[in-house]
């Protein structure tokens, strides 16, 4: 069996604490197990940052994009290793891995502009032989603590900008599945990063705690579900450092009476279903606005949730594989479960879903509810899994309150041919991601990616110019020169001298 040890300064790293079993969710065997780290380990990865931050903040920002720039090339000459590696561990088709590993490297190529993404300002005679200019300076060590669901992509959101800023980083990836941080560790040496600069320390609550609790680490950036996101805030703010964290999702999909039920239909079947639902972005409710839009909806949408096929990566004809772990299909199953309890419509019951040859993989068939109302426990919590509710609404305004009315605000998206209704909708919906006939608005890398409400906590976005800024502190410099000096000593406090 394969073990999977921290990768600490350029090398693998097995220190002394625990181990735990990582499985294939295709087959429900063990392939692995990987070390996890508590503060010792993570002492170990402090020290090696430590040493190697300064050297590479120094590097000018041209050569730190240069060695981004021979990451990227890497990536994409591992793609698919890269990404079948990582199905084996998250169970998600080989193509919705690539698209993982490539929203990651989209990222990376936007932090190779860091030449120009990271000059400060400046300005000329601020007043009487003063000149003022701001820069960003690196925090000095920055860590990351990512879900399972996107393992190269999280990961690369959170390292591209901190790396190319001048930090040293410290990763500390989903212990689920927790391969693919490693190989990319490998190939950011390879394509000539120093030693040090980029950490993976393994591992769960207590490598997390260590983090939150170690003071050289300046700035955490976290993604995973709201209650752990809410207290990694907390507890970073309180042990003084920079924080963002990103929580869980409840994205609606409204469908006005105008949309064209094709688009609709193909939109939600990928949107809901495509990746188990192991997506922040996934739309879990689906809103049909009037009840003839509803009919003509699930009659469309029933048969294709019907034929949904599901199995393990290594076929590749398959829509979506399995879910994380068999503790993941547990609880979905049981939220199905109380949803028929609560009198929801099971229109497509996928709880009983087996395939043969592969009874101990931890699936989960499509289900598809209809009727559900915003009291049921399907509606407030995110289920994470395979399964869309749909809620009926009777207007417009009614599909709004629901949207704006829910605790999460992570990603929404609208189906309409209207321009006035998607255009008020985008500027009045609570939401901080807006589809307008797309149904999985994920920025791109040269925009922020951030939820409002309980789906953030912070308020920098991860990459786009946010990104920058969450990365780098400003220090201003005001400065005069003695040769144009008068003599003689000023006590006062400049002050704002009229409008003149
Ligand atoms: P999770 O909260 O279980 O784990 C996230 C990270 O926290 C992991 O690295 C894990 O090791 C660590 N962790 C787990 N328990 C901890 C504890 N008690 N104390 C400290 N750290 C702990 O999340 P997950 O199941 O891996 O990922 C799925 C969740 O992530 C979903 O809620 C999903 O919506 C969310 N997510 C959000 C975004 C976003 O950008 N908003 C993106 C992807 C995933």
Redesign the pocket.
């Known amino acids: 069996m394969r073990n999977i040890e921290h990768f600490i300064n350029g090398a693998s790293f097995a220190g002394a604490s625990s181990r735990q079993p990582v499985f294939n969710p295709a087959t429900g065997e063990i392939v692995a197990d990987v070390a996890m780290g508590g503060e010792a380990e993570l002492q170990a990865a402090v020290d090696a940052a430590r040493a190697a931050q300064p050297q590479w903040a120094a590097t000018n920002p041209q050569r730190r994009a240069r060695v981004l720039m021979k990451f990227v090339d890497l990536v994409n000459a591992n793609m698919k290793p890269l990404a079948e590696l990582m199905s084996l561990e998250h169970g998600k088709t080989v193509a919705d891995s690539m698209g993982d590993i490539q929203r990651g490297i989209d990222v990376a190529e936007f932090a190779i502009g860091i030449p120009h993404l990271g000059k400060g300002e400046f300005t000329t005679g601020a007043g009487p032989s003063i000149d003022m200019y701001s820069m960003h300076q690196p925090i000095g060590i920055g860590a990351g ?6 393992p190269a992509m ?1 990961p690369l959101w959170m390292s591209m900008p901190a790396i190319a800023c001048g930090n040293a980083f410290i990763m ?5 599945d927790p391969s693919v941080p490693v190989r990319l560790a490998e190939l950011l040496l390879e394509a000539g990063l120093p030693k040090g600069v980029f950490n993976v320390l393994h ?3 207590e ?3 260590a983090i ?1 609790a170690h003071p050289a680490i300046g700035a955490v950036s ?8 809410a ?2 805030y907390a507890e970073a703010a309180r042990q003084g450092k920079r924080v963002q964290a ?4 409840k994205n609606h999909a409204i469908v006005m009476p105008d949309a064209d039920m094709n688009m609709v239909a193909d939109g939600l079947i990928g949107a809901a279903y495509g990746s188990a639902g ?4 996934a739309i879990s409710v689906a809103v049909p606005v009037g009840e003839g839009t509803a009919e003509r909806m699930m009659k469309v949408l029933k048969p294709r949730v019907e034929a949904l096929k599901v199995g393990p990566y290594t076929d590749s004809s398959v829509d979506f594989g399995p879910v ?1 772990t068999a503790a ?1 299909q547990a609880k979905i199953k049981s939220l199905v479960d109380s949803g028929v309890t609560e009198g929801a419509e099971l229109v497509v019951d996928g709880r009983e879903f087996r395939l043969q040859g592969y009874e101990k993989g931890f699936y989960v068939g499509a289900c598809l509810f209809d009727h559900v109302t915003p009291r049921m426990e399907i509606y407030k919590q ?1 289920i ?1 899994g395979p399964v869309l509710s749909v809620v009926r609404a009777a207007n417009a305004d009614a599909a709004l309150e629901l949207v704006n009315n829910h605790e999460y605000g ?1 990603g929404v998206c609208i189906f309409t041919r209207d321009g006035d209704v998607a255009r008020n909708f985008s500027r009045q919906v609570q939401i901080g991601m807006v589809g307008i006939n797309i149904p999985i608005p994920t920025p791109l890398a040269y925009y922020g ?3 409002w409400k309980r ?2 906590f912070g308020d920098l976005n ?1 990459h786009g110019p946010d990104s920058i800024r969450f990365w780098t502190r400003t220090k201003t410099v005001t400065e005069r020169w003695p040769s144009s000096v008068l003599p003689g000593a000023e006590f006062s406090m400049p002050v704002f001298s009229g409008t003149k």
């Not at 192991?278 to 972005?281: D, G, L, P, S």
Request: with cysteine; hydrophobic share 40%.
């Open positions: 603590i990512s879900p399972f669901n996107f999280i500390k990836p989903s212990e689920r591992g769960g609550k490598a997390v705690d939150l976290f993604v995973g579900s709201t209650p752990i996101a207290h990694v990103f929580g869980g999702a192991e997506r922040c972005m994380v993941a995110e994470f992570n990616f951030g939820g789906s953030v991860q």
